[in-house]
């Protein structure tokens, strides 16, 4: 999904759009199956007789509850996470109901680190801590996949930015086709 033009100054360009790394999504997969299999097992076992479409909308009903708090949440904090980075600035926002948002320019960028476990390693995730400088603190990106493909690109357009440059990231980037387009 492109990112809403209607956020984008005139002369701005996305060179990434990135959401959590989909190992965010296991549990939320692993919970939806174990409900819906002790859902419609229990159901089975409902005994015949005049409660049993009573009992069984009831099971049905926590069924959904559960769904909906165990994996129906975490996939839409999932959808609605966005790590932008543009030709000018890094771009976050978070939240379903209630939206945060924060835009750091490239201009403010001071720092840009990366912290992976093994585990991220393999599966190409991590976290970015973003420096900036002004009152705002680091931006925590957590989860990001392509974490170390991100900290590079950042790196490279703010330094482009600091010397005046056309951004050269687009090129390697832009096309949609690499591992940053998720």
Do not use: N
Not at 16 to 28: A, E, I, K, Q, Y
Not at 66 to 81: I, M, N, Q, S, Y
């Amino acid at each position: 999904m492109p990112y809403p033009d209607k956020l984008l100054a005139d002369d701005e360009e996305v060179v990434v759009h990135l959401h959590p790394h989909w190992t965010t999504l296991f549990w939320p997969v692993v919970w939806f199956l174990v409900v819906v299999g002790a859902g419609s097992y229990t159901a089975a076992l409902v005994p015949a007789g005049r409660q049993q479409g009573v009992l069984r909308m009831a099971l049905l009903a926590v069924a959904v509850v559960v769904l909906a708090v165990l994996v129906a949440r975490p996939v839409l904090r999932w959808r609605t996470t966005h790590t932008v980075v543009t030709t000018s600035r890094l771009l976050v926002r978070t939240g379903v109901l209630t939206r945060r948002g924060r835009d750091v320019p490239l201009s403010r960028i001071t720092d840009v680190s990366s912290r992976q476990t093994l585990w991220q390693r393999v599966l190409r995730s991590g976290t970015l801590t973003v420096e900036t400088a002004g009152d705002g603190g680091p931006v925590v990106l957590e989860r990001l996949p392509a974490c170390d493909d991100v900290q590079q690109l950042l790196v490279q357009l703010v330094e482009e930015d600091a010397d005046g440059e056309q951004p050269g990231a687009m090129a390697a980037f832009g096309s949609g086709t690499g591992p940053l387009h998720h």
